[in-house]
């Protein structure tokens, strides 16, 4: 069995910074791909950023809502996956989601096969 566990996730003002983490112990034996996305209310989920750590300096990709603002790393010594989120806004309010698979892609229907639960985050202005 595995699972990820998302945390990080609170209430901030406009121009304000998070950092999400997600401990990835067990998944990295298995899939090198790591990502984080996004559900805003009464909306399907949508990738923010993915990280492939197969290689040295990781691939990076990430959505242009929030390229330039979000950073996803993953540290190995910690085995765990975060994302930093700066400057962050009234749209990027929505439950966060840390997820692993087999494939580099934003597009979370595509063979990602593990997922937490969900951590909220919610931006004022």
């Known amino acids: 069995q595995v699972q990820l566990v998302e945390s990080g996730g609170d209430s901030v003002q406009a121009g304000g910074s998070l950092r999400l983490a997600c401990p990835t112990s067990?998944?990295?034996?298995?899939?090198?791909?790591l990502g984080w996305f996004r559900q805003f209310p009464g909306k399907e989920r949508e990738g923010v950023a993915v990280?492939?750590?197969?290689?040295?300096?990781?691939?990076?990709m990430y959505s242009d809502s929030v390229k330039g603002r979000f950073t996803i790393s993953h540290e190995h010594a910690r085995n765990t996956l975060y994302l930093q989120m700066n400057g962050l806004k009234p749209d990027d309010t929505a439950v966060y989601y840390c997820?692993?698979?087999?494939?580099?892609?934003?597009?979370?229907?595509?063979?990602?096969?593990?997922w937490g639960r969900g951590t909220h985050v919610t931006v004022s202005s």
């Open positions: 997820a692993a698979g087999m494939t580099f892609s934003l597009n979370s229907a595509v063979n990602w096969n593990y």
């Open positions: 067990g998944l990295t034996y298995i899939t090198k791909n």
């Open positions: 990280i492939y750590i197969g290689h040295s300096p990781p691939s990076t």
